[in-house]
């Protein structure tokens, strides 16, 4: 089993960035896919980026691409969102997740572990 603590989460402009963080604990880190995900209210959680377990490969949820960046450190068990051109739509509580999958993953139902999220708040 994984422990999952989220941080970074904050009140920004839009057009702004954030860094999340999201720190490990428990089993090897390095056996996880990691994944972000988000959820505004009212709307269901959704997926946001995923990484490979040696961050070998990466995707992206359309509407964040080519703003966010996934990426991690299996020595410091510690996985990161970089989130730039931030936008008023980008409000939400973000989780990061762990999945036992083998490659990356995007399906809510293939992550095991959560964290309890982090507000993301942009303000227009």
């Known amino acids: 089993q994984v422990q999952l603590v989220e941080s970074g989460g904050g009140l920004v402009q839009a057009g702004g960035s954030l860094r999340l963080s999201c720190a490990a604990s428990?089993?090897?880190?390095?056996?996880?896919?990691m994944g972000w995900f988000r959820q505004a209210p009212g709307k269901e959680r959704e997926f946001i980026a995923t990484?490979?377990?040696?961050?070998?490969?990466?995707d992206y949820a359309d509407s964040v691409k080519g703003r966010f960046t996934i990426s991690r450190d299996n020595a410091k068990n510690t996985v990161w969102l970089e989130m730039h051109s931030l936008k008023p739509e980008d409000t939400a509580v973000y989780y990061c997740?762990?999945?036992?999958?083998?490659?990356?993953?995007?399906?809510?139902?293939?992550?095991?572990?959560w964290g309890q999220g982090t507000q993301v708040t942009v303000s227009s």
């Open positions: 997740a762990a999945s036992p999958q083998l490659t990356i993953t995007t399906p809510i139902n293939q992550y095991a572990y």
């Open positions: 428990g089993r090897p880190f390095s056996m996880y896919v």
């Open positions: 990484i490979a377990w040696n961050g070998g490969s990466r």
